[in-house]
């Protein structure tokens, strides 16, 4: 894979990891509200329950997992498909909450 390609996989899964960080944080932070009817908390607020910050840093590392796996393979099956060749695999997108 010569440069410009590189740079262009670059610049496309960084795009795309980006969109799909911004989606996996509103479906994280709706289905929370969903399931129980109140904001997320904030874990690093002394005054939450520690189960609570427990369950939500279990159910945010969750939900932004499978985002980050769907993301990825997204990017590379459309990438294969757009320009004919495999994907890079070693520029995997990744984003936090």
Known sequence: MNVSQRLLWNLYAGAVGALSALIAQKAVRGAWKLATG?????????????????????????????????????????WEKAMGTPAPTRSRVTFHL
């Open 38 to 78: 109140d904001e997320p908390p904030d874990p690093n607020d002394p005054a939450t329950p520690i189960s609570e910050a427990v369950i939500w840093a279990v159910a945010g590392g969750i939900g932004i997992g499978v985002a980050q796996l769907l993301t990825n393979r997204l990017a590379a099956t459309q």
